[in-house]
């Protein structure tokens, strides 16, 4: 699946390759293998379901570990991931590749009410803004928003990460 995709995008000029929303350890096992393959640089986010575990339950320390040293991958992170969780998730990236540029781009938190089709939870621009700043003081050097952060939320991590 991700083989003609990324040789694909390698050959497109594009400045680096985001490989994102990994869920789990398989996964991270092929696309390690395909990127060595690559020219361009990249970097590799993980999906996570609590501040320690892929979706799969994987150890993300496993996962991070996996990527150490990878000469086409420029940074490790966490995205599509409740902000609650975030910082333990840096910190368990740092202790294995304590080195590793980190990107953080969370979900805005919110859960999903099938019964209702509601979102309940909401992390308010503000909130994302204040959690931005602990991000980058545990080591996220490249921050941004994923599913349900909005043009507010990204403005308000902004404003709070200018020094």
Known sequence: FHSQ????????????????????????KVLHA?????NTPSWVSFSCK?????????????CASLFAGHKQVKALGINCTSPV????????????????NIVVYPNSGEVY???DN????????????QA???????GANIIGGCCRMGPA????IKRSLII
């Open 132 to 138: 931005a700043r602990t991000w980058m003081q545990n």
């Open 85 to 100: 969780y975030i910082n333990s998730l840096i910190k368990e990236i740092k202790q294995v590749t304590p080195q590793q």
């Open 50 to 62: 609590d501040n320690k575990h892929l979706v799969d339950g994987t150890p993300i320390k496993d």
């Open 5 to 28: 995709r990324l040789h694909w995008l390698d050959r497109s000029g594009a400045d680096i390759l985001a490989c994102e929303t990994i869920p789990c350890l398989q996964e991270a």
């Open 34 to 38: 395909l990127l060595e393959e690559t």
């Open 118 to 129: 509601s979102w309940h939870g909401t992390a308010t621009p503000l909130e994302c803004g």
């Open 153 to 156: 939320h990204i403005s308000e």
């Open 113 to 115: 009410e099938a019964s």
